[in-house]
T-cell receptor, first 115, second 116 residues
Framework: NAGVTQTPKFRVLKTGQSMTLLCAQD?????MYWYRQDPGMGLRLIHY???????AKGEVPDGYNVSRLKKQNFLLGLESAAPSQTSVYFC??????????????FGPGTRLTVT | AQSVTQLDSQVPVFEEAPVELRCNYS??????LFWYVQYPNQGLQLLLK??????LVESINGFEAEFNKSQTSFHLRKPSVHISDTAEYFC??????????????FGKGTKLSVKP
């Protein structure tokens, strides 16, 4: 099993450009999450999904959109990138609570720089 | 609302010395508690968790944490650290009663640096 994979690993964008980050998991997990990690801030939840076709906002959703068209994929979109979105983005997935005991499995991260 | 406070942003320690990484949380409801570890340039991995039962939980690599409800703490300890324990450690909390989606609230992290 590859676990949770993220594409791309690195990206540099100019202000105003758009891009999509792809997260894929091969563990048949129901739940998927997008976090951003900034120095001294820990991880903050952007959006999450509890199943195919469903998404919900997390703590810092502004400027981002997500889609979960397939159970194994969770896409994070930036429509008009801003320097404040420079960060490391982590995707995570888990079974539903009864099966996972809340353990989330993390991808390796995508380092995004917006100039 | 829940919050997690990790009291030390950096902890330098010599190899084979004991270490304690402190974590306090605030919540108006019952919680689950977690420690995650992030090695350089990697994603996070679950180190240990408290869900119920014994308040002392252990990991496979010698770390332990104790849930203290009265002090709302979940400090992480290891009696003798190795160079390979150098990493950033995150404490996290989840609302037990929301029947929730398992959303985690993370602390800001503690960087453990083990020196030879």
């Amino acid at each position: 099993n590859a676990g949770v994979t993220q594409t791309p690993k690195f990206r540099v964008l100019k202000t105003g450009q758009s891009m999509t980050l792809l997260c894929a998991q091969d563990m048949n997990h129901e739940y998927m999450y997008w976090y951003r990690q900034d120095p001294g801030m820990g991880l903050r939840l952007i959006h999450y999904s509890v199943g195919e076709g469903t998404t919900a906002k997390g703590e810092v959703p502004d400027g981002y959109n997500v889609s979960r068209l397939k159970k194994q994929n969770f896409l994070l979109g930036l429509e008009s990138a801003a320097p404040s979105q420079t960060s490391v983005y982590f995707c995570a997935s888990s079974y539903d609570n009864a099966r996972s005991s809340y353990e989330q499995y993390f991808g390796p991260g995508t380092r995004l720089t917006v100039t | 609302a829940q919050s997690v406070t990790q009291l030390d942003s950096q902890v330098p320690v010599f190899e084979e010395a004991p270490v304690e990484l402190r974590c306090n949380y605030s919540s108006s409801v019952s919680v689950y508690l977690f420690w995650y570890v992030q090695y350089p340039n990697q994603g996070l991995q679950l180190l240990l968790k408290y869900l119920s039962g014994s308040t002392l939980v252990e990991s496979i690599n010698g770390f332990e944490a104790e849930f203290n409800k009265s002090q709302t703490s979940f400090h992480l300890r290891k009696p003798s650290v190795h160079i390979s324990d150098t990493a950033e450690y995150f404490c996290a909390v989840s609302d037990r009663d929301r029947g929730s989606q398992g959303n985690l609230i993370f602390g800001k992290g503690t960087k453990l640096s083990v020196k030879p």
